[in-house]
C-alpha cells in the first residue's frame, strides 16, 4: 500500500494586518517570548530528548528540532513593520482604498472587522514579460548579510548594505554565483517578522493577514483556490491531516502546478488547520491533477505524519525527475529548509539543491526562455549581528532569474520589495496562461477569488526594477497570398510589428534582387524558383533596434505538366519487410497532395514520405497518385514493386539449463526452450541417456522417449539404483533436429532405504547472473537483478547471494528451484542462511513480505513453510531451517516470493541454501 499522506493547513484567527499596501506599523520589541509565536524555539520541541545538531542521524531518525544557530534572541530588536520602505527606494505606488466589511459571528465569537479593497488596478496595464511558468524555490532561515555579506565586494558595486556577518559566506558559493549571473535585491522584504510560519503561509494563501503563526483561513479563499477556480475540496475529505482523502477534488484548474517540501510547519502544534469556508469542513488540495495520476503535491507531511525528516537533495532530485517525467508545471512551490528538520544547518547542501533546481530549467531549452525563477529566503532577521542589525531587519537574498530578453542579468536593485510583489509576479504569470482567472475588478465571492489589498498594490508592477524596461520586445511578422503558382504569379505581401518604439519603418526583400519600402507591397515574380522574402522592421528608440521575418514563394514553369515518381528502400526482404517509401511530384500548380495505396489491402497513406511494413509474404505494387491545386485539378502515379519473401527456417538451437533430479529408481529432467527456434514451432524434444559421460544414445521407450514440443519436462522410469546415468536433450522443428544440451548426472537410489546427501543445484549462487540455472528467478523490477555481488549486501559465503526486494517501491521478486524428495528418508529439510534488513520504522505491521512455499509440478502451491516479513530484520546472516518430510516421494518446486509495497526497501537476502535429506 501507498502510506503517503495529503497537507493540510492551519486556521485560528489572531490577527489581522491593517491599511494600506504595507500595513500597520509593528512596535519594537525589546524581548522575545521563551516559546511559542515569536520565539527563536519551534513549538514542540523537546530540548531534554532532541538533539542539538543530527544532520549526521540517517534518514527517517531525526526528530523535529531546532538548532538556534547561535542566536542571541533575548537581545534581539525588531524593527517596525514597513521600516524597510523609510531607507530604500519603492516601486510605484499603485495603491487601492479600502473598506471595511464584517466577517459573521461564529459560535461564542464576535463578528470580525476585515479590510476589503473598493478598486483594484488593472494588473494588465503595465509591461510584464510573457512568462508561462513561475517557480519559486523558498529556503529558510538567514538573511542577506549571512549568505551574501558585503555585496559591494562579493556581488556588485554600488550596493546599499554593510556586513554584518560573514559566517556563511564561504558556504553558498552556489548562491553568489546566481546572484552575479542573475538580478538580485538587496532589500526585499517579507513584510512579517520571525517566526516561520506567517511566512509560508503567506505565500501559500496569498493573504497577509496576521504576523502571527495561526493563521485563519481567507473567506475569499487561498492563491490555491484560485489556481482550482472552486473553494471546495475532495469529496470524503475527512479531518485528519495524515489521511488522504478518499474522494475527488471538484475543483478544475486550469493551470499545472506541483508543491514540494516538508511543509511541517502546516501541521506542526501550534499551527491550525485549513478550513473551507463554504462549509467548515477540514480541505486539502485534489489528490491527482484533475484526469490524470500526476500528484499536485511532493513531500509535504513526512516529519508530522511519519516522523522522517528529508534533506534538501531529495527534495529537489524528486522535483528535477517529477518535471523530466510530468513536464515544467506552470507553477511550482519548492520548499527547501536549510536549518530545520531535513538538513541541520547543511547550508551547502541547501545551497547545492538550489543550484541543482535552477540549472535543470535553465539548461532545459523547452522552458528557460518562458520561466521566472525567484529564489529566496523566509525570515527576515538574525538577532546576533549586533545592535545595528535592526537597519537590516528585512534584507533578505532575492534572486529574480529568467530570460535576458525580459529580466536584467548581473543587476542589483535597492528597491524594497515585499511578498505581495513576488505573489504579484506569480499571479500575472498565471494571468499569461489563461487570462481572467484572477479577478481584476474585486468581485469578492467565493467564485471570483479576488486578490487582497495589498496583492493589488503590487500587481501593479510586480518587481518592476529587474525587467528590461520599455515596451514588449519589437517583432516583424510577414505574410503573402498567394505562395504558391505558374510564373509570372503576383503577390500581395503584408507587413505587421509589435512591440519597441513606434514608429516603424519596413524594408521587403523578395529574394529576386527586387526591394520595397511599402509596409505592406505587391510584387510579380516573372520566372520559376523558390524564393524566400525577408521583412526588416526598424523602431524608433535609442539606439534603435530591428526585427526580421521571412515567407517563402514557389513560383512554377508555364505549361509545365504534373509529374510524381514513387521509390521505396528497401524493395525485397524477408517478412515483417519495413520499407520507407518516397515520393516527388513536379509541375502542375503546387501545393500537391499525396496518396499513397501499398497493394496489401492496408489502409492508404497521405503523407508524402511515409513508411509501410509487409507482414505477409508475397509480390506488392505501391502506388502513389499525386494530384495539385490547379482547377480542375491534374492527377499523376507512379509505383515500385516490392518483394516480402517468407522467412527462411533453421533448426532450433540447443534446450537450455536441463537438470536433473534422481528419484527411486527413476530420474526426474527439466529443462527450458531453446533460445531461437529457428523460425518455425518447436515439435519435439529428444532425451538422450547413457552410463558413462559422452555415451548417451536415444531414449525410445518410457516417459522420456517422444516428449512433445511443449513439455519442458519428463521422468526417466525403471532405472537401476546406485548407477550414474548421464543425459542430454535437443529440440527438433519442421527444418530439422538442434544441436545438444548440457549433460547432468544424476543417480536413482533404490526402490527402499534412503541416500544421504544434498540435492539443490548451484546452493551458493556462486554460477552468478549471468546463469542462475538451475535456479528461476523473475522481477516485476527492470532490470531483472536478483543474484547479487554487491558490497551493500555481501554474502554469507562465497562471491554471490540472492538479494530479494529491496527496491522501495512495489515490486515482486522469486527465486524457484524444482526438486525430487526420495522416499523413505528420516530427515528432509531446506535449509539456507538469511539476513533481513529494512527502513521501514513500524514495530507492527507487515508491509513487506518473504513467502517460502511448495508447489507441485502444475504450479499449485501445496504449502507455505513460512512467512518472514520486515517485522523480522535481523543484523547479520542467521539460519533456517524447514522441514520438507511431507512431501517426501514429490517432485516439488521450493519458491522464495518476495513482496514490497510502494515505498520504505524491506531486502531479504538469501545465500547458502541446501536440501539435505538422511
Known amino acids: 500500500m501507498i502510506r503517503r499522506k495529503r497537507w493540510i493547513a492551519g486556521a485560528a484567527f489572531l490577527a489581522l494586518i491593517a491599511g494600506g499596501s504595507i500595513g500597520a506599523a509593528q512596535g519594537l520589541q525589546s524581548t522575545r517570548p521563551s516559546s511559542g509565536p515569536g520565539s527563536c524555539t519551534l513549538i514542540g520541541w523537546n530540548p531534554s530528548t532532541d538533539p542539538t545538531n543530527a544532520k549526521n542521524l540517517p534518514v527517517g531518525q531525526r526528530p523535529q528540532s531546532y538548532r538556534p544557530d547561535n542566536f542571541d534572541c533575548s537581545s534581539a530588536k525588531f524593527a517596525a513593520l514597513g521600516s524597510e520602505f523609510t531607507k530604500f527606494p519603492q516601486p510605484h505606488d499603485f495603491s487601492v482604498n479600502n473598506r471595511i466589511t464584517y466577517e459573521p459571528a461564529a459560535a461564542g465569537k464576535p463578528a470580525t472587522a476585515i479590510q476589503q479593497p473598493v478598486a483594484a488596478v488593472n494588473p494588465l496595464t503595465p509591461y510584464f514579460p510573457p ?33 554584518q556577518s560573514t559566517n556563511h559566506i564561504s558556504s553558498v558559493p552556489d548562491l553568489h554565483s546566481l546572484a552575479k549571473t542573475y538580478a538580485l535585491s538587496d532589500s526585499y522584504s517579507t513584510g512579517t517578522q520571525p517566526p516561520s510560519g506567517p511566512n509560508h503561509w503567506w505565500l501559500f494563501s496569498a493573504q497577509s493577514q496576521s504576523s502571527s503563526q495561526q493563521q485563519t483561513y481567507p473567506s475569499t479563499g487561498t492563491e490555491f483556490d484560485r489556481f482550482l477556480s472552486n473553494t471546495n475540496g475532495p469529496t470524503n475529505e475527512g479531518t485528519n491531516a495524515c489521511t488522504a482523502p478518499t474522494g475527488n477534488g471538484s475543483g478544475s484548474s486550469p493551470y499545472t502546478f506541483v508543491m514540494n517540501g516538508d511543509f511541517y510547519w502546516m501541521l506542526s502544534s501550534g499551527s491550525g488547520y485549513w478550513k473551507n469556508p463554504a462549509d467548515g469542513k477540514t480541505e486539502v488540495l485534489p489528490p491527482n491533477r484533475p484526469g490524470t495520476s500526476i500528484p499536485e503535491e511532493l513531500h509535504y507531511n513526512e516529519y508530522t505524519c511519519s516522523n522522517q525528516s528529508l534533506p534538501d537533495s531529495t527534495i529537489a532530485n524528486d522535483y528535477i525527475n517529477f518535471v523530466n517525467t510530468n513536464g515544467l508545471p506552470v507553477y511550482s512551490y519548492v520548499e527547501l529548509f536549510n536549518d530545520h528538520p531535513g538538513t541541520y544547518q547543511d547550508i551547502p547542501g541547501n545551497d547545492t539543491a538550489t543550484n541543482n533546481v535552477v540549472n535543470a530549467i535553465e539548461n532545459n531549452a523547452t522552458y528557460k526562455n518562458n520561466t521566472l525563477i525567484i529564489v529566496t529566503e523566509d525570515d527576515t532577521q538574525n538577532g546576533n549581528n549586533g545592535t545595528d542589525h535592526v537597519s537590516n531587519t528585512y534584507r533578505v537574498p532575492l534572486v529574480v532569474i529568467g530570460p535576458s530578453q525580459y529580466v536584467k542579468q548581473g543587476y542589483v536593485s535597492h528597491v524594497a520589495y515585499t511578498t505581495n510583489n513576488v505573489i504579484a509576479a506569480m499571479e500575472r504569470t498565471m494571468q499569461n496562461v489563461k487570462a481572467g482567472i484572477i479577478d481584476p475588478n474585486d468581485n469578492i465571492g467565493l467564485n471570483t477569488f479576488p486578490m487582497t489589498t495589498n496583492d493589488q498594490a503590487a500587481l501593479g508592477d510586480p518587481l518592476e526594477d529587474f525587467w528590461v524596461q520599455g515596451s514588449t520586445p519589437l517583432s ?19 507587413g505587421s510589428a509589435t512591440g519597441g518604439t513606434a514608429p516603424y519603418k519596413y524594408s521587403w526583400n523578395f529574394g529576386d534582387g527586387a526591394t520595397s519600402t511599402t509596409q505592406s507591397p505587391s510584387h510579380t515574380y516573372s520566372s520559376a524558383g523558390s524564393y524566400t522574402a525577408t521583412l526588416t522592421v526598424t523602431d524608433t528608440s535609442s539606439p534603435v533596434k530591428t526585427a526580421t521575418s521571412q515567407v517563402a514563394v514557389n513560383v512554377s514553369s508555364v505549361g509545365s505538366p504534373l509529374a510524381a515518381s514513387a521509390a521505396g528502400t528497401p524493395t525485397s526482404g524477408q ?78 538451437s540447443a534446450p537450455q539449463n536441463l537438470t536433473a ?41 518410457g516417459g522420456c522417449s517422444g516428449v512433445s514440443g511443449s513439455t519442458l519436462t519428463c521422468t526417466d522410469t525403471g532405472l537401476t539404483s546406485g548407477v550414474d546415468y548421464y543425459y542430454r536433450v535437443t529440440a527438433s522443428n519442421p527444418i530439422g533436429e538442434g544441436g545438444q544440451s548440457n549433460e547432468v548426472t544424476a543417480t536413482p537410489t533404490g526402490s527402499t532405504g ?165
Not at 497570398?481 to 500581395?492: D, F, I, K
Open 131 to 163: 512568462f508561462q511558468h513561475f517557480v519559486i524555490v523558498y529556503r529558510e532561515n538567514h538573511t542577506f548579510d549571512d549568505y551574501l555579506g558585503d555585496c559591494a565586494t562579493t556581488i556588485s558595486a554600488s550596493c546599499n548594505g554593510k556586513v
Open 476 to 494: 516583424a511578422s510577414a505574410t503573402a497570398s498567394p505562395t504558391t503558382g505558374n510564373a509570372p504569379l503576383a503577390v500581395n505581401f503584408t
Open 575 to 652: 517478412i515483417p519487410l519495413a520499407v520507407n517509401f518516397t515520393g516527388t511530384a513536379t509541375g502542375g500548380t503546387p501545393a500537391y497532395h499525396y496518396s499513397w495505396n501499398f497493394g496489401d489491402g492496408s489502409a492508404t497513406s497521405t503523407a508524402q514520405n511515409p513508411s509501410h511494413s509487409y507482414t505477409a509474404a508475397g509480390t506488392y505494387t505501391a502506388t502513389l497518385t499525386v494530384t495539385d491545386s490547379a482547377s480542375p485539378v491534374n492527377t499523376a502515379t507512379s509505383t515500385v514493386s516490392v518483394t516480402a519473401s517468407p522467412i527462411m527456417g533453421t533448426p532450433p
Open 661 to 701: 533430479a534422481a528419484g527411486t529408481n527413476q530420474v526426474t529432467l527439466n529443462w527450458q526452450a531453446p533460445a531461437s527456434s529457428g523460425g518455425e514451432n518447436i515439435t519435439k524434444y529428444s532425451v538422450y541417456r547413457g552410463t558413462s559421460s559422452g555415451t548417451e544414445s536415444l531414449v525410445t521407450s
Open 754 to 918: 534412503c541416500t544421504a546427501g544434498q540435492l539443490l543445484g548451484n546452493p551458493g549462487f556462486e554460477n552468478g547472473a549471468s546463469n542462475p540455472a538451475p535456479w528461476a528467478i523473475t522481477s516485476t523490477h527492470t532490470p531483472l537483478s536478483v543474484i547479487n555481488s554487491s558490497s551493500s549486501e555481501p554474502p554469507h559465503g562465497g562471491t554471490y547471494d540472492a538479494w530479494i526486494d529491496g527496491w522501495g517501491k512495489a515490486t515482486t521478486d522469486t527465486l524457484a528451484q524444482t526438486v525430487t524428495l526420495p522416499s523413505g528418508c528420516t530427515t528432509e529439510k531446506l535449509n539456507f542462511y538469511m539476513h533481513i534488513d529494512t527502513a521501514e520504522t513500524t514495530t507492527t505491521t507487515k508491509y513487506d513480505t518473504l513467502k517460502v512455499q511448495v508447489l507441485n509440478p502444475a504450479g499449485t502451491v501445496l504449502g507455505t513453510l513460512y512467512t518472514y516479513s520486515n517485522l523480522n530484520a535481523n543484523t547479520g546472516y542467521s539460519l533456517h531451517s524447514l522441514s520438507l518430510a511431507s512431501y517426501a516421494g514429490q517432485t516439488v518446486t521450493l519458491k522464495f516470493t518476495g513482496v514490497e509495497d510502494a515505498e520504505y526497501q524491506t531486502s531479504f537476502v538469501v545465500d547458502d541454501a541446501t536440501v539435505n535429506v538422511s
